[in-house]
């Protein structure tokens, strides 16, 4: 988990999930959100994928990038069970 914190520290890559949390694209669709070389996206994609936040899956000639879901619900349990996120209290009576 502490791969995935480490990669959520990087706004370019917080970025990236959240056009990525809009649909799968590639890494060249991905690139045209950004001002910096392919090389620089796909370092960080990288990363990414390292942290298993994303997973990729070649379509012909292309690579598309996807969110990894399961890794943040991961992540939403652990805040829950530290206590850092509280549940939804709409339910309780006041």
């Known amino acids: 988990m502490g ?3 480490k ?3 990087d706004p370019t890559r917080r970025r990236i999930l959240e ?3 809009q649909g799968n694209l590639t ?3 991905i690139a045209a959100h950004f001002d910096m070389t392919k090389p620089s996206v796909s370092h960080h994609l ?3 994928r ?3 936040l994303i ?3 070649r379509r012909g000639q292309n690579i598309v990038y996807s969110v990894n879901l399961t890794v943040f619900q991961e992540l939403m ?4 069970d530290c206590g850092l996120v509280k549940g939804d209290d709409s339910n309780e009576k006041e």
């Open 46 to 48: 990288n990363i990414l």
């Open 3 to 5: 791969d995935a914190f």
């Open 77 to 80: 349990k652990w805040f829950y």
């Open 7 to 9: 990669a959520l520290a």
């Open 27 to 29: 890494a060249g669709e």
């Open 19 to 21: 056009l990525l949390a």
């Open 50 to 52: 390292s942290a298993a």
């Open 55 to 57: 997973t990729d899956e």
